[in-house]
């Protein structure tokens, strides 16, 4: 009797060994916490990506992060350089300015990275990569995401021409750091993509830490 008894303990162990949820935070909620850095990141504004300065390559010539120039004293530039790049920045100042917000639709099927995944090793500083799910999240947003310059929508039911997607988060063995693939698409003809390193701070709470570019178009 003792034997059946010690026998339906152990089944009893094992099944709740396998249905006890897994010790780690979840990768929707990680994934939803980090967007809106994310969006920061990765999304740009087209019609500055588009407006570059006529002058660009002087080297007379210093941006600001703000875009606006500056030209030290004593600067030969033409009057015609002066000029156009003066009314380069009255764009850049209306652009600036305007609180419209640029519509973006966010893919909200996510599946893992599958590309570049040696460089990813490297970004984590760890060969030991947690095993990984190969099946695909869906990440619908309950309602737009408004950040800074930009409203995020998963409800895309006309044509967007500005697109946002993410992969799927690939974990190091500890769970401690991850790499995110993230890409935009701006009006079909321009985009960038970055692998985005993010940890785990000693809060609990997840941060992005290292953004690395790996493509441009």
Known sequence: MSKVVFFLLFVILVAGC???PADIEPEKLILYELLPAIVDVACIDVRKYGNMPPVLRD???RFEE???PVIPDGSSLSQEDFNKLSLWQEKMDHINKDTSKLLIGFNPAIRPIKENIAFARQMLSDTALANTDTATLVLDLNEDLIQDHFRVT?????AIHNR???SRIL???SQTMGIIDVGFNCNGNCGKGYFVLIKKG???KWFISRVKQTWIA
């Open 18 to 20: 396998k249905t006890k």
């Open 164 to 166: 946002l997607s993410l």
């Open 154 to 158: 998963s409800d895309v039911k006309g």
């Open 202 to 204: 000693s809060n609990g």
């Open 59 to 61: 080297k007379r010539i």
């Open 66 to 68: 703000d875009g606006y």
């Open 171 to 173: 974990f190091n063995k």
